[in-house]
């Protein structure tokens, strides 16, 4: 029997050995899985925080740029009603001039527009200060034939002149909008001067 037990023993050997290597190459196997694995977590991390990064630093920038233009829309609008009160300014400055100064700007005004024949029509609110002798003044300085009409015009101070063919609108509103468009550009860059 000893022939017997040594072949079952030499057999039980050789699986021994080879359930070892099975083990072994199974662990070596396992190994090389889990550092792959690893490797491979670690890179796509590695490649995911790369674009967060990214991501993150592209939406900074986005909003950064969003703030920016928000805050050139404000310095826009606040410059915007600067220049609005400028020429509002501008407009009751004319308009609160003493009698004598509005009845001389206005009649300038008038020397460089009016017509013979034409019709002053002036704001309700100018009665006392452009008045039937005023007319009187501006027809002899201008050797022309000019008379105040009873009817007003809607606007707060200034003339229309009027005829048959047209009518000009000399309103101080009229005036202030006009001068307005020929100056703005430069009224922003004085004010805002850098």
């Known amino acids: 029997m000893e022939g017997k037990e040594a072949i079952i023993d030499s057999i039980l ?3 021994r050995d080879a359930a070892a290597n099975i083990v072994s190459d199974a662990k070596a196997e396992r190994d090389e899985l889990v550092a792959a694995t690893v490797a491979n977590a670690e890179r796509e991390g590695a490649e995911r925080l790369a674009r967060a ?15 920016e233009l928000d ?7 606040a410059k915007q009603q600067v220049i609005e009160k400028a020429y509002a300014q501008a407009e009751t400055k004319i308009l609160n001039m003493t009698d004598n100064v509005y009845r ?13 024949g034409d019709e002053i029509l002036i704001a309700a609110r100018d009665v006392k200060r452009l008045h039937y002798d005023w007319v009187d003044g501006l ?3 201008l050797h022309m034939n000019l008379t105040l009409s009873d009817r007003y015009h809607n606007g707060r101070g200034g003339v229309i ?3 048959a063919r047209y009518d000009k609108n000399l309103t101080v509103e009229m005036l202030v909008a006009e001068t307005r468009t020929q100056t ?10 850098r």
């Open 161 to 163: 002149l009027t005829n």
């Open 13 to 15: 050997a050789s699986a």
């Open 71 to 77: 805050s050139r829309k404000v310095i826009l609008a």
């Open 53 to 67: 990064q990214e991501d993150s630093a592209m939406l900074k920038s986005r909003r950064l740029k969003l703030a």
């Open 139 to 141: 027809n002899k300085k």
């Open 184 to 193: 703005e550009g430069e009224v922003a860059a004085r004010l805002f001067k």
């Open 104 to 116: 001389d700007f206005i009649g300038a005004i008038v020397s460089c527009y009016a017509e013979d």
